[in-house]
Structures are given as C-alpha cells and as structure tokens.
C-alpha cells in the first residue's frame, strides 16, 4: 500500500486544515457559553466563542482566497469545471 505510486488527478485537493477543529471549538464554545450565560449571567465564554468564530472565518476565508489566487491551485480541468 505504501509503496504505491501516487495516483495523479486533474482534480485541486486542498492541504489538511486546522480551521474545522478551530471552528468546531469556536462554535461548541459559543453554544455553552450561551446557555451559561441564560443560567448564571456568566458572559466570557460567549466573548471567547464569538471571537474565536470571527478569527475562524477571517482566517478560513484567507486561505481560500490566497488558494483561488496563487496560480497553482487550478488545473485546465478544474477550470473547466469552475
């Protein structure tokens, strides 16, 4: 198996990402913290949640626009499909 050639594909597959993890901590963040905040009045885990969402996005959006705009990324096929 690890031995194999790999198999080229006129198809873009983008690098591993941290932002799904990030976000998913950003959104469970937001979510508990909301419910603490309706049960104890507590609103710093909403602050951290909300943030680390708006820093999720900013940086998601980033690396999808410096993907679409490096060159490299799309093939003939991908553009074809685009």
Request: aromatic share 10%; net charge negative; charged share 10%.
């Amino acid at each position: 198996m690890a031995t194999e050639a790999a198999t080229t594909q006129p198809w873009h597959v983008p690098e591993p990402s941290p932002w799904p993890i990030v976000g998913t901590a950003a959104a469970l963040s937001l979510a508990f913290g909301l419910i603490w905040f309706m049960h104890a009045g507590v609103p710093w885990l909403v602050s951290f949640g909300g943030i680390l969402l708006a820093i999720t996005m900013v940086g998601w959006f980033k690396d999808v626009i410096g993907e679409a705009n490096d060159g490299k990324s799309h093939s003939s096929a991908v553009k074809t499909g685009l």
